[in-house]
Antibody, heavy 114, light 112 residues
């Protein structure tokens, strides 16, 4: 059974940094491009970016490129999202997904507030 | 960015009825490989999204054939025949042809 399990969310202050993780199982993680997608409290879905199966290439939504970094560790079957200088508008549920394969994690909530 | 416009924003349906959801994109979604990367997702209450259909009309494994997807270029439709209670939730279209990938605003399917 395919599983994507995100962690690392919580309450964080504006301007802080946060790193989310997503552990994959049930499929050959190193064969797949992976993405992060977030869903705002108003239910708007926003693609953050993706990373090539070997970690050698990334794409980002232009509006987030300067603050968010996606990486992966195929030996650990883990995807990461490093968020820096977070803002209130980053408050959302963050999903890791292989959009090409239709796999989605259960999501992790991030709340940015002082 | 490619804007994905879904209509209607909400639908009230009786069990057993059929419904259609429209998704229009601001640009053609045909990729250079000739494929069209338009997908449909369902998010049931309190759950993460689940992909139902990929590349316009291909059903994901386990998705009943009551669901069907049609369309081309910039105009796409999801049809659900004989709606069941487990079909309720928010449907999203999504395109992965052009970066950044974008989603429609969602269509909430509710019981009448």
């Amino acid at each position: 059974e395919v599983q994507l399990v995100e962690s690392g969310g919580g309450l964080v202050q504006p301007g802080a940094s946060l790193k989310l993780s997503c552990v994959a199982s049930g499929f050959t993680f190193s064969d797949y491009w992976m993405s992060w997608v977030r869903q705002t409290p108003g239910k708007t879905m926003e693609w953050i970016g993706d990373i090539k199966y070997d970690g050698s290439y990334t794409n980002y939504a232009p509006s987030l490129k300067n603050r968010f970094t996606i990486s992966r560790d195929n030996a650990k079957s883990t995807l990461y999202l490093q968020m820096s200088n977070v803002r209130s508008e980053d408050t959302a549920t963050y999903y890791c997904t292989s959009m090409g394969s239709g796999y989605w994690g259960q999501g992790v909530m991030v709340t940015v507030s002082s | 960015d490619v804007v994905m416009t879904q209509t209607p924003p909400s639908l009230s349906v009786a069990i057993g009825q059929s419904v259609s959801i429209s998704c229009k994109s601001s640009q053609s979604l045909v990729y250079s490989d000739g494929k069209t990367y338009l997908h449909w997702l369902l998010q049931s209450s309190g759950r993460s999204p689940k992909r139902l259909i990929y590349q316009v009309s291909n059903l994901d494994s386990g998705v009943p054939d009551r669901f069907s997807g049609t369309g081309s270029q910039k105009d796409f439709t999801l049809k659900i025949s004989r709606v069941e209670a487990k079909d309720l939730g928010v449907y999203y279209c999504a395109q992965t042809t052009h970066f950044p990938w974008t989603f429609g605003g969602g269509t909430k399917l509710e019981l009448k």
